[in-house]
């Protein structure tokens, strides 16, 4: 079968499997519905890193288009709806399915699954998931992506409100559903406005036919509106706050899934668009879109940072650091290069290795502890001395220690962006010291029961972090998976940084990303493009120290804090910023409202 | 005037973000939120209509009739149906909600902060 | 964040997105426009594959993945309704009483479900052809069920609807879409490639795949919606919490200003 024809089937297999489990689930037992699942899983994982070997390794060419039903274009036009997988593309939906089969070996057997008449419903709705995520990103048509996303959503909605005994995950899913479908309707009426003005819904027909016309108000209006959407789904400023409510909540195997992929989608999304539908002459200008990306970006990772090292709530401490790391991808995404994009390709890979892995380690304190409080595990976790060690690496590997992935992707984006502006990495540096530092605290408190027990924060809102084990009761010893996993994710980061294929792949599918008119040739025109020549890529030395500087800030913060505990005047400074994070479903959609308003304001100056 | 139609749905999406904002009950709310989206099936209609078209089925009439955008009322239709399963998945929240929280009101969830 | 200060958050922001979107507005074409290119070209197609529905054309042929993933958006929800909605570990589930109904009410609603059945499955069946198909005709078809409830009582629905076949059908109908769209693989074509013969325009048996797809759907709504609405019916008639199902006092309530200042 030609590479093509496989981009269907990746989409096509999970949900055959979430069919069956759906079906048959009741009758099976548990480790057959387990064993069925990670083999519905495994199997596009396979095809899609066959289609991204493939469309990576030249040969075929960069790009397999699959034009869905065999609706092939005449004479340039058409009815039907593309799939189009290039480097970038297929390698995201390569990471979404093997990050799955991951999550689902971590919940191998001890993941509790109540309903009880209902076996394999877990593992179907995450097959779901994975199948709405890899048509994201695999999709080359705006509505079939707003499809998608809305598949995405409905399914993270369920899972994140899985553990209907307590509140909170109610309250978290709620918040997640209100504020993200609101975000899709933002993006559906930008979709509309485009098909009144075009008469299309390919990304690449909508680039082509706006390039026609000067830019007016319309085409800002519907890139502010799809935009928002897909900026709600990336957690950025100030539409991020569903997302600590919803990680903090949600079983750990989701927020592995969640924190991981999910997010980043969202940036995957934005740049997706802009590139293919915006990036012309018709569009939103360069300029005025760098701006607005590095001004919500720079917000988004100085927020994240800031409100991850006033966490004691470790899950929320995690999901601020991943809303940190959404700011960095955003400014690597921002500055409209080549060099960027690969940047934060990598560094999106690696991230999602080792956040996964530190949720993973948080899972096994949850389940053994019945909490995942800072202050309430003080010295407690002493007997876990493997999970110690890898809730340490990734905390280390976080803040960008070469020759972690994460260290070569923040390498690579940070010089990126360095040269748009000069001030950029040492944001990079900044925020990574802080969300490493703060887990690295965390890791010296709970695991090692280093400084003095820390006391409780009298001047502002704070979430603790008692909850239920998801393990049916609380684990006496540690299951294999449950430490496997998050090894083997770590391994993959470390990967990730180490071979020197996967940064050369990176490196072309940044160039195959950014190249608008490639693209539309190849989906519209049936052009073969050539694919560049591979460029070996080698870590910079200038990266190799910042992420040494970066790794040993965060050792010293975290040191800092578990032995010379800041006053409380100090942490008072920090009490307004986090009352925003109310918890209030209210305040959250009017902040997504002035986030539309800010992108508009900063986007404006490009009209004429 | 020929932009009105488009501008109720703007207005609509805005009337269904205000009781989102202002909403005192939960169920409320999710209401609200399929205000909000309603916007979005007035658009596409608006911007599918034709002067003069008629429904975009030729059982009864020549192929060569003047009809309506159908791929605006067929997006339309998935866009209904993401609307009516993303507010039972809502309100099956909320259901649970009030058993575990007594109240449907959002001022009064208060364990989820800073 | 006070309730005043969210509403001037909100009026702000809402200022500038009025402004952005009036000017929107004001580019569009003008309303009711003859510029309809992707419409011109779905209806040719429509008339090409003799789908006398056009907009059945786009759902189940030309856009056959987004009708798709639309499936799957129900069967997710579905699915989560499930899980969301199950009975917890502390409530206990408790026979509803048999209800009296009035007589004129029984009748009526006796009456019509076999009508409302009908109707739902010709809605179903004729999707190609007339306005309706699979989603449309599947929710009337799940309702005339339902007319059971209303014309008798919980029980007597509960009779004509043990869940689990329900749950196998909407599966099934979910499993139908994907095996159509696999089986144009396995003939030689694309993924959901309409490879059936188009049949006679205007006919009952035209448009090739789509009456299969309108029929898979109809499945898989009819038997999704029974089991949802099952979902919200079995929290409102059977399952009671331990402590008496949530009353209105067992929690903080209220016009709660716990807003810090």
Request: charged share 15%; aromatic share 8%.
């Amino acid at each position: 079968m030609d590479t093509a024809g496989l981009l269907p089937l990746v989409i096509a297999v999970p949900l055959l499997g979430a069919a069956v489990l759906v079906a048959g689930g009741r009758r099976l037992p548990r480790i057959v519905t387990d064993a069925l699942g990670c083999a519905f899983a495994a199997a596009p994982a396979a095809l899609a890193l066959l289609v991204l070997a493939r469309v990576a390794g030249g040969g075929a060419g960069p790009y397999a288009v699959e034009w869905v039903g065999g609706w092939h274009l005449a004479g340039g036009e058409g009815v039907g709806i593309v799939l189009v997988a290039d480097p970038l593309g297929a390698g995201l939906a390569a990471l979404v399915s093997v990050l799955v089969v991951a999550v689902l070996a971590y919940s191998w057997h001890y993941f509790e699954e109540p309903p009880r008449r209902h076996g394999g419903a877990f593992t179907a709705l995450i097959l779901l998931f994975q199948a709405g995520m890899c048509g994201f990103a695999l999709t080359g048509d705006l509505f079939n992506a707003f499809v998608f996303f809305e598949l995405m959503g409905v399914v993270a909605y369920a899972l994140t409100g899985y553990r209907v005994e307590e509140s909170r995950p109610l309250h978290g899913a709620l918040s997640f559903g209100i504020v993200n479908s609101l975000g899709g309707y933002c993006m559906l009426l930008g979709i509309t406005l485009l098909y009144a003005r075009t008469g299309e819904l390919g990304l690449a027909q909508i680039g082509r036919a706006l390039d026609g016309r000067a830019p007016d108000g319309l085409v800002l209006a519907a890139f502010v509106l799809v935009a928002t959407g897909l900026l709600v789904k990336a957690a950025a400023v100030p539409f991020h706050f569903w997302l600590p409510d919803a990680h903090a909540v949600a079983p750990t195997p989701v927020c592995m899934l969640l924190s991981g992929v999910m997010v980043e989608l969202g940036v995957y999304g934005v740049a997706r668009v802009y590139w293919t539908v915006f990036s012309g002459p018709g569009g939103v200008p360069h300029p005025d879109l760098t701006r607005a990306l590095l001004v919500i970006g720079t917000l988004t990772a100085l927020l994240g940072a800031l409100m991850c090292w006033r966490q004691r709530h470790i899950k929320r401490l995690l999901a601020f650091s991943t809303v940190a790391h959404t700011g960095l991808f955003l400014t690597g995404v921002a500055v409209l290069s080549p060099e960027g994009v690969s940047g934060t390709a990598l560094y999106v890979l690696g991230h999602a290795g080792v956040k996964a892995a530190l949720f993973g380690c948080v899972g096994v304190l949850l389940d053994r502890y019945a909490s995942v409080d800072e202050h309430e595990l003080y010295g407690r976790a002493g007997e876990l001395p493997v999970t110690g060690v890898l809730f340490t690496v990734g905390g280390l590997a976080l803040s960008g220690l070469p020759p972690f992935g994460t260290g070569l992707g923040k390498a690579l984006a940070e010089e990126a962006a360095g040269q748009a502006a000069g001030w950029l990495p040492a944001l990079f540096v900044l925020v990574s010291a802080v969300t490493g530092g703060a887990v690295l605290r965390v890791a010296l408190r709970v695991f090692a029961g280093a400084g003095r027990p820390p006391r409780a924060a009298e001047d502002g809102p704070e979430t603790t972090g008692e909850a239920e084990p998801e393990t049916g009761g609380r684990l006496r010893r540690v299951p294999v998976p449950m430490l496997a996993v998050p090894a083997a994710l770590l391994a993959g980061a470390l990967s990730v940084g180490v071979l020197p294929g996967v940064a050369a792949t990176a490196e072309r599918a940044g160039r195959l990303f950014t190249d608008a008119r490639g693209y539309r040739a190849a989906v519209l025109d049936g052009r073969p493009v050539a694919a560049p020549a591979a460029v070996a890529q080698h870590w910079p030395t200038t990266g190799i120290l910042l992420g040494l500087l970066s790794t040993a800030l965060a050792a010293a913060l975290a040191a800092l804090a578990v032995w010379r505990p800041a006053r409380t005047g100090a942490t008072a400074l920090t009490a307004p910023v986090r009352r925003l994070q109310s918890g209030h479903i209210g305040d959250y959609v009017a902040w997504l409202v002035v986030g539309m308003a800010l992108l508009t304001a900063l986007t404006a100056t490009g009209l004429r | 005037m020929t932009v009105l139609p488009y501008l109720v749905a703007g207005w609509i999406f805005l009337v269904g973000v205000y009781g989102l904002v202002t909403s005192r009950n939960l169920i409320h709310a999710v209401g609200c939120l399929a205000v909000a989206q309603s916007s979005t099936y007035v658009l596409l209609l608006a911007v599918g209509y034709r002067r003069g078209g008629t429904a975009p089925v030729f059982s009864d009439v020549p192929p060569d009739r003047r009809v309506v955008d159908p791929v605006v009322q067929a997006l339309a239709l998935t866009d209904i149906v993401v609307g009516a399963t993303v507010t039972a998945l809502l309100l099956a929240l909320v259901v649970q909600l009030r058993k575990r929280h007594g109240t449907v009101d959002p001022d009064a969830l208060s364990d989820l902060k800073g | 964040m006070s309730p005043r200060g969210r509403l001037g958050l909100f009026l702000a922001g809402a200022a500038v997105v009025a402004a952005l979107f009036t000017v929107a507005c004001l580019g569009l074409p003008p309303f009711g426009g003859a510029h309809h290119p992707y419409g011109d070209r779905a209806v040719r197609a429509a008339v090409r594959h003799h789908t006398s529905n056009a907009i059945a054309s786009v759902n189940f042929d030309q856009r056959a993945l987004d009708t798709l993933g639309e499936e799957t958006i129900l069967f997710s929800a579905v699915l989560g309704a499930v899980v969301l909605l199950r009975q917890t570990a502390d409530e206990r589930r408790h026979t509803p009483a048999p209800a009296a109904v009035r007589p004129p009410i029984r009748r009526f609603g006796l009456l019509m479900l076999p009508v409302a059945l009908a109707v739902g499955l010709y809605v179903v069946a004729h999707g190609q052809l007339s306005p309706g198909g699979g989603f449309q005709g599947g929710v009337v078809v799940a309702t005339a069920l339902h007319l059971l409830y209303i014309a008798a009582d919980y029980r007597a629905l509960e009779r004509v609807r043990p869940l689990r076949p329900y749950e196998i059908g909407e599966a099934v109908g979910e499993a139908a879409y994907v095996i159509t769209g696999l089986a144009a693989v396995l003939a030689g074509s694309a993924f959901l490639a309409n490879v059936l013969p188009y049949g006679t325009f205007a006919t009952l048996s035209s448009g090739g795949t789509v009456p299969l797809l309108n029929a898979a759907v109809g499945m898989e709504v009819a038997c999704g919606v029974v089991v949802l609405l099952a979902q919200f019916l079995d929290q409102a008639v059977q399952i009671e919490g331990a402590d008496g199902g949530g009353s209105d006092d067992d929690g903080p309530r209220g016009p709660g200003r716990r807003e810090r200042a």
